[in-house]
Nanobody, 115 residues
Framework: QVQPVESGGGLVQAGGSLRLSCVVSDFFELGWFRQVPGKEREFVAAIRWRGSPKYHADSVKGRFTISKDHAKNTVFLTMNALKPDDTGVYYC????????????WGQGTQVTVSS
């Protein structure tokens, strides 16, 4: 499997926006997760490569949107109205079917939201 490659992280003020990208080969479903030191990795959003299903965690609904571009083999996470609590390392990961666990993790991209 080709490891996903995340990009687009950075430092932004509260209320600002960022768009993360994950370049990846064919998959069944791709998820974005985030983690801060001392806490468990948290699910953010997921999307199927084929079809329309997509999911967002309650904590980001209405602010974050997951989308895909088949031509670029890329999944995006558009983040608006960012809050300091959104700070963390954002990872993308893929799964090969509905019942397989998340695997094939990327290296992550740092997002820092200042107050």
């Amino acid at each position: 499997q080709v490891q996903p490659v995340e990009s687009g992280g950075g430092l932004v003020q509260a209320g600002g926006s960022l768009r993360l990208s994950c370049v990846v080969s064919d998959f069944f479903e791709l998820g974005w997760f985030r983690q801060v030191p001392g806490k468990e990795r948290e699910f953010v959003a997921a999307i199927r490569w084929r079809g329309s299903p997509k999911y967002h965690a309650d904590s980001v609904k209405g602010r974050f949107t997951i989308s895909k571009d088949h031509a670029k083999n890329t999944v995006f996470l558009t983040m608006n109205a960012l809050k300091p609590d959104d700070t963390g390392v954002y990872y993308c990961a893929t799964k090969e079917s509905q019942i397989t666990p998340w695997g094939n993790w990327g290296q992550g991209t740092q997002v820092t939201v200042s107050s």
